[in-house]
Antibody, heavy 117, light 106 residues
Framework: EVLLVQSGGGLVQPGGSLRLSCAAS????????MSWVRQAPGKGLEWVSI???????YATDSVRGRFTISRDTSKNTLYLQMNNLRPEDTAVYYC???????????WGQGTLVNVSS | DIRMTQSPSSLSASVGDRVTITCRTS??????FNWYQKKLGEAPKLLIY???SLPSGVPSRFSGSGSETDFTLTISSLQPEDSATYYC?????????FGQGTKVEI
């Protein structure tokens, strides 16, 4: 069974840092495209970052240079290091397995990041 | 960035109704087009990929159609569990943008 268990969210002040984790079971992170997607309160979905199977990464403009996606194959875990956080980064963050084009995308349970003073 | 325009922003329908949601993109993007279902407190669920393909486990009352810049999600017979917000998404080019969502109330 595919399982994605997230941790690491919470309250942080503007300018602070957080690291989100997504522990995978039932599959190997390094053999899959892995992503982070977020939803701000009352807003729509935003694809934040992806770690492709070939090792390339992509981050959307609003987080590029501040957020870094990475993976630890020994722990079978995906990470999102978030630095210089802004109030507009406040959102529920989801990790996801699978290419955005489908045919299958599996999701973590989501974790809330609240950037506020 | 490719802009996505969904309509309507919300709708109310009865159980058994046929429901249609549309999405227009600023560029021709087929077949790289998805529909997602999002319920409060739950992770998104991929409903349709590649314009009209259903992932395993998605009920057949959901269908997708369209081409180039105009796409449609149809729920043939609305069920109580379909109460959710539906998002279109293009995966033609990064950033993979979503529409603003359509809230479906039963």
């Amino acid at each position: 069974e595919v399982l994605l268990v997230q941790s690491g969210g919470g309250l942080v002040q503007p300018g602070g840092s957080l690291r989100l984790s997504c522990a995978a079971s039932g599959f190997t992170v390094s053999n899959n495209h892995m992503s982070w997607v977020r939803q701000a309160p009352g807003k729509g979905l935003e694809w934040v970052s992806i770690f492709f199977i070939d090792g390339n990464t992509y981050a959307t403009d609003s987080v590029r240079g501040r957020f870094t996606i990475s993976r630890d194959t020994s722990k079978n875990t995906l990470y999102l290091q978030m630095n210089n956080l802004r109030p507009e980064d406040t959102a529920v963050y989801y990790c996801a397995r699978g290419h955005p084009r489908g045919p299958r995308v599996d999701w973590g349970q989501g974790t809330l990041v609240n950037v506020s003073s | 960035d490719i802009r996505m325009t969904q309509s309507p922003s919300s709708l109310s329908a009865s159980v058994g109704d046929r429901v249609t949601i549309t999405c227009r993109t600023s560029h021709s993007i087929d077949p790289y087009f998805n529909w997602y279902q999002k319920k409060l407190g739950e992770a998104p669920k991929l409903l349709i990929y590649g314009v009209s393909s259903l992932p395993s486990g998605v009920p057949s009352r959901f269908s997708g159609s369209g081409s180039e810049t105009d796409f449609t999600l149809t729920i043939s017979s609305l069920q109580p569990e379909d109460s959710a917000t539906y998002y279109c998404q293009q995966t033609y080019s990064t950033p993979w943008t979503f529409g603003q969502g359509t809230k479906v109330e039963i």
